[in-house]
């Protein structure tokens, strides 16, 4: 019942219809998603996947867009005094990154975590570094386990926190308790593959309700440009696990 219920609520906030219209305050992020782009139609390590098929896949450019158009919509420019602090589960390639961090203001950070077992994660963490460095900003790379890396960042208030790593019902979950106790009062977590018709959907719905009916989230929108994807927004209802917040 409460699923239905979240259903409903995600199908009537899609925010799609807005992001359809959204032209950002600058051209960054796309200029930063082109250059990446070009930098792996070149990349040897993408041509040797791509042809051996382990090529992963990446946001839809629906929802790359979606990504840039949080960031400028809910932390408007005029109306904050410092930085992003942005962190990610899952970079593969990138384009997420670049969706998040291209659209922040100048000094903003974005730290990604991945497993980092593709041949091209690393160099195109490297390509995205330079782009950041060239604008302002800072990206890094984290190769590892977000279960053991999410929890060494206690101490840091995250603004948005994405979450498209691992797509099993226990990883998402975990990912998703960390990031509800690690994100700013304020700030935002996205969860992606919630409530689509794939099946790797499955999982992240379920840790998504479950959390839901545990209280720990509160569902604030949701975005889907198509049945194939959904991405979940919410706020934490939990008190941050970092020091110098409220408890």
Known sequence: QLELELRLQALVSNEEPLVSTFKPVEDTADRWLKGLEGWLRVCPFVAAERASGTWEGHCAPEQLRFLSYVVEDRFPRGNISRP????????????????????????????????????????????????????????????????????????IPFDLIFIDGNHSEKAAR??????????????????????????????????????????????????????????????????????????
């Open 84 to 155: 992003l602090r942005i962190c990610q589960v899952g970079f593969n390639a990138g384009h997420s990154a670049a969706a998040l961090l291209g659209a922040a203001p100048k000094g903003s950070v974005l730290l990604s975590i991945d497993l980092a077992l593709h041949d091209y994660t690393r160099p195109a963490a490297g390509m995205l570094e330079r782009l950041a460095s060239e604008d302002g900003k800072t990206h890094i790379l984290l190769a590892g386990s977000s279960e053991e890396m999410l929890p060494k960042f206690a101490r």
């Open 174 to 247: 975990i990912d998703l308790d960390f990031a509800l106790n690690l994100v700013a009062e304020e700030g935002l977590v996205l969860l992606d593959h919630v409530f689509t018709d794939m099946s790797e959907s499955i999982g992240p719905t379920k840790a998504w309700v479950g959390a839901v009916q545990k209280g720990m989230v509160k569902q604030v929108s949701w975005h889907s440009c198509c049945s194939r994807h959904g991405i979940a927004i919410g706020q934490s209802l939990l008190p941050r696990i970092c020091s110098g917040e409220k408890k």
